[in-house]
């Protein structure tokens, strides 16, 4: 058992590290880039030769407005925070310029407000634009999570009169107990009839404070912001919520306050689990694999049908934590009281990463309002990434499209050799099939049918026997190698494009003959098909629908017993293959005023 004294001294023997926050607050007349007088940028920040944080594309904007923080460990005062700014873009991203900071010249356990020039040695450019930056270095006692917090737990339990010491001493540390995490969707009803500026909202939570984007007026402004922030130890657990009114640059009138009690809120799936050490497991086995047990609950609103997502992290003290890989649970696949081996994943969870989890998990619900909740709208998503063009996806997408339109063509391949009498057997089985479902039809047949094949399908998947077809419907498209060279991925890249422009031709080319048929493009086709929607008009009124089913049926079994060598065709495609598409149009008019 530690002693309060010997805590202290082992405070002095550990290394000083600091930790360094930066609040990106803003751009000011930043460079042009885009041929459309504007730029999309974005911020990076490096340190010690390495990427810690990169803010969010603030779209055709010059004097972008990011408001975005985060916390990083440092060491050595004497290097530099790199601050380079880009400009987005589908293909490479344009410099806009740079600046540095030396931490040495920051001022400890202060706000350091910085208005940083940005340059470009390798331009002409003169004025790059300049960026206001909020940072703050502060000392952190103790080494890491691993060392003295780990003490000053087991301090904690012997003597509960220290609380609000060790309290201090791991708020000072940075130790925090959980995350807040804020959406700020958008306001309603706000009566704004004396203002004339830009809304914006502030956040406060003990010391940290959060500020939106500025919003023009209007009475329901919408944000879809998110803020994450930190709870520490013996710190207020009251979220302030503050709308402004921004007049001018310096000029600001606050136009209401909200306070909300955190202690209240229910934990809705965010979960930081303790970190687990080499000492605190059990012994490795020969391959080199610790065990350990970890029980939580979470409780999760509002809906049964999302998933769980669970990262692993490698907690590396000081350093920004190593990632391990990720997992993707639909809550429900989840089998109850089941112990499931998952293969880690990448963090986009396209591929397989190295090792795997074993989860025992188990949920529970309601069914009736599982029920009910999954025949009402699915929740809106607040937050939405910014698209980018991405070759994967792309090919992907591609991929899925190919397999829904396989299987789709092998089924009516599989209906059309019923026709064929390819084997009669089958061809006889469905003729008498057709005959019967089409002379005693009834509409309570369908909702039946479709019991029918539910209940088969479930059957086969209990016993196994799930067709190779079913499950190919289930799977993903084999992903692209990574040691794919060039000239493979350009080949890839140029099958994707003419197989989508093929599509996208075809789509279009239907539809515009659907179109000039009805628009007396050709006038001897569009007077057909009146001719013919004016006789099914007077078969349709005078024969019911069902002998008109059995005819047509009955010809078409019969059609190749009848003449062997027939061609099977679709009267419908055939005719519209005759009728020109826009293209075709613009084609014949060019050549005939040429003729002329």
Known sequence: MIEPESLSDNIQDLPRSYLLSINLKEGHNLVVRDRCGTSDPYVKFKYDGKSIFKSKVIHKNLNPVWNESFVVPVKDLNQKIYIKVYDSDLTTDDFMGSASVLLRDLELDKPNELSLTLKDPNTLEEDMGYLLVNMTISYRNGSSKKGFVWQALRVLTAWPSQNSQLSDLMRKSQIWTSLVSVTLVEGRGLNLDNQTGDLFVRFKLGEQQFKSKNHCKVTNPQWRERFTMRQFLNVAQILEVELWSKESRRSEERLGILQRSLTNLRDIGLLQVKVIKASDLAAADLNGIYVFRLNFIIFLEPSLHSVLMVSVFDDDGDKAPDFLGKVAIPLLS??????????????????????????????????????????????????????????????????????????????????????????????????????????????????????????????????????????????????????????????????????????????????ERIKNTFNWSVPFLSGLALVVFITAAVITYFIPIRYIVLLWGINKFTKKLRNPYCIDNNELLDFLSRVPSDVQKVSSAGSASQEA
């Open 334 to 511: 989840i089998q109850r009281r089941r112990r499931v081996v998952y293969m880690l994943k990448k963090e986009d969870l396209g591929r397989l990463w190295k090792g795997s989890i074993t989860l025992e998990l188990e949920v529970i619900f309601n069914p009736v309002k599982a029920s009910i909740r999954t025949f009402q709208p699915k929740e809106r998503a607040f937050m939405e990434d910014n698209l980018k063009f991405s070759k994967k996806a792309l090919a992907r997408n591609v991929a899925r499209v190919k397999a829904i339109y396989t299987a789709i063509r092998s089924t009516l391949q599989y209906i059309k050799s019923c026709f064929q009498w390819e084997s009669v057997q089958r061809s006889l089985l469905a003729f008498l099939i057709f005959l019967v479902t089409v002379w005693y039809w009834d509409i309570y047949m369908l909702p039946c049918f479709l019991v029918l094949l539910i209940t088969w399908n479930y059957f086969q998947v209990r016993s196994g026997r799930l067709s190779q077809d079913v499950v190919t419907w289930c799977r993903f498209p084999p992903q692209e190698s990574e040691r794919k060279g060039l000239l493979d991925k350009i080949h890839m890249v140029q099958d994707i494009i003419i197989t989508v422009q093929n599509l996208l031709n075809e789509v279009a080319c239907l539809g």
